[in-house]
Structures are given as structure tokens and as C-alpha cells.
């Protein structure tokens, strides 16, 4: 039974190991075509919208492709209250850890505190990690972040929030839709044709390469410059370390779900969100700041991935 253990173990850390080389690869190739001005820096907008009004929506509805059992509605309930309890966190953090930071970069750093990239490379983890069932909880586990991204994540930056603006860009966000048509798919079991999931299936299969070349492209426009700075690299202890250790001891705790808790613990160790960047460019706070936050704690969660796992696998 051991070596049974060990063995599952390794193909774990092969198939995330392989995930990741992919992925930094991706980035890399989104660096270099960038670079190269193959791709220019304003045709990020296209790729994010095309990610998150297309091809992420897709995922989302394949991942529903699941008959209802009591124990998956228990499963759906364990994992958001503990989605909820990590954005209590965050939102506590964010309001008591950067009091002393100057206004312009202090908003910044609210907001990627209580909004990570989970809603982007947290699906491609989800999926390469636990596969379709870990996909399909990693949907109910974002409603939370994504309500508060939309709502407090926005007050830091709009300092007089249009509260009914707001809401309309919570329930017509295009993911939050698709999760809502999932949820009727899974509860009604409305068949859908073989040729329809497979288009799903292919379309939601872009998401992840596009969105790391996203995330290169900001990397060969923002550089490296001061991407080591110390507010950066505390923060990004934060958000990569401190956070997800506070949600693996509670899950013990309380004895969470094994794969529940490997996966809230996966989803809070996302970096910043890339929205971080866009947002600061909108409201003119410190841009090159926000853009060297998305990518530090990037590239240092590609190697602090493989960490936890292994830490939720053997602890």
C-alpha cells in the first residue's frame, strides 16, 4: 500500500512538473514574440477578452459534465465556506498589513492581496493537478473571489464606487455565467450533443496557453527593472506563502476533504491577479509596480507550487 502511495505520489509531481515546464514555457513564448514585435503590447486586451469572454466560459461548462450525487453537493459546500473564509482573510490583510505603504502602490497591493489569478492559471492548475473533478470545484470555489474582485477589489482603486455598477458587472461576468449555466447542466442533467463538448472541450483547452502568453507579453513590456524590490518581495511572501499556510492549517484542523483541502490550498497560493495591472492602468495609480507584482510572484509560484503539494501530500 506504501509503495502504492509512492507511486501515485511521483506521477502527482511528474504530471505537475510537466504542467509547469509548459506553462513557463508558454510565458517565455509570449516574451520573446513580444520581443520581438510580433505581438505588440496593446493586443493584450484582445487575448484577456478573448480568454474571458470565450474560451475560460467554455471550460467552466465542460467541467459540469458530471451526474449530482449528495456527496458532490457536500463537496460544493465544504469548498466554498472555505473560499469564503480565504477572502475574510485577504480582506483583512488588505486593510491591515499596508498602512504604512504610500496611497499609490498601497491600492495596489489591496487588491492583489484579496484578488490572486486563480479565476486564470488557478483553472489550469486545478485541471492538470486533480484533472476535470478538480476543475469543476475550482468553479464554486471562485464565485467568492470573483464577487469580491468586482466589489471590494474595485473600491481600492475607484475611491466613489457605482455600488449598482457593480453588481451588473458581478452577474453579467461572463465566468459567473457560464458557472450559473453549468450549475443548471449539472442539477437538470440537460443533454448536451457529443459535438457541442467537444467544441467546449477544445475551446476551453486555449485558455491556459493564451493566458500565459498574456502574462509574458506584460513581462517584455514591464521588464525586470525593480521587480526585486522589498514592498514587492514581502508581498509576495504574503500572497504565496503566508496565505495558503493559514488555509492548510484550518483545513486540518477541521479535517477537510483531502483533495478539498489540496485544492484550497493550490487555489490561495495563486499569484496576483493579473487584472492588478489593468486596474492600476485605469485609475492611474503605479503601473510599473502593479505589472512587477503579476510577475514576481508568476515566476516564484511556478517553483512554490510543486512545494505545496508535496506538503499537503506527505503532511
Not at 111 to 119: K, L, Q, R
Request: glycine fraction near 6%.
Amino acid at each position: 500500500m506504501q509503495e502504492e502511495n509512492d507511486y501515485n505520489m511521483v506521477m502527482d509531481f511528474t504530471k505537475l512538473f510537466t504542467l509547469q515546464f509548459v506553462m513557463f514555457a508558454e510565458l517565455m513564448l509570449g516574451y520573446a514574440l513580444c520581443r520581438m514585435n510580433i505581438l505588440k503590447p496593446q493586443e493584450r486586451g484582445v487575448l484577456s477578452r478573448l480568454v474571458i469572454h470565450l474560451l475560460l466560459p467554455c471550460s467552466i461548462i465542460h467541467a459540469f459534465r458530471v451526474e449530482l450525487t449528495q456527496e458532490l453537493l457536500s463537496n460544493f459546500a465544504e469548498i466554498f465556506i472555505i473560499s469564503c473564509g480565504v477572502q475574510i482573510l485577504c480582506t483583512f490583510l488588505a486593510h491591515t498589513l499596508y498602512n504604512r505603504v504610500p496611497a499609490e502602490k498601497r491600492k495596489i497591493l489591496q487588491y492583489a492581496t484579496v484578488c490572486s489569478n486563480a479565476g486564470f492559471l488557478g483553472n489550469a492548475v486545478a485541471d492538470g493537478v486533480y484533472g476535470s473533478m478538480g476543475l469543476l470545484y475550482a468553479q464554486i470555489y471562485l464565485i467568492p473571489l470573483r464577487i469580491v474582485m468586482w466589489t471590494a477589489g474595485v473600491s481600492y482603486f475607484a475611491e466613489s464606487s457605482d455600488r449598482k455598477g457593480m453588481i451588473r458587472s458581478i452577474v453579467t461576468h461572463p465566468c459567473i455565467i457560464a458557472v450559473f449555466v453549468g450549475i443548471l447542466r449539472i442539477v437538470f442533467q440537460i443533454p448536451v450533443p457529443a459535438a457541442a463538448e467537444s467544441l467546449l472541450s477544445v475551446l476551453g483547452a486555449c485558455a491556459t496557453p493564451l493566458i500565459m502568453i498574456f502574462l509574458g507579453m506584460i513581462l517584455a513590456e514591464a521588464g525586470f527593472g525593480n521587480m526585486l524590490e522589498k514592498t514587492n518581495v514581502i508581498f509576495s511572501v504574503i500572497r504565496l506563502v503566508l496565505i495558503p499556510a493559514a488555509v492548510w492549517l484550518v483545513c486540518r484542523l477541521f479535517h477537510a476533504d483531502t483533495m478539498i483541502t489540496g485544492l484550497s490550498v493550490l487555489l490561495a497560493a495563486m499569484p496576483a491577479g493579473t487584472t492588478t495591472a489593468v486596474l492600476a492602468e485605469q485609475y492611474h495609480a503605479d503601473e510599473e509596480f502593479a505589472a512587477n507584482c503579476v510577475i514576481l510572484t508568476t515566476l516564484l509560484s511556478i517553483g512554490l507550487l510543486p512545494v505545496w503539494v508535496w506538503l499537503v501530500e506527505t503532511l
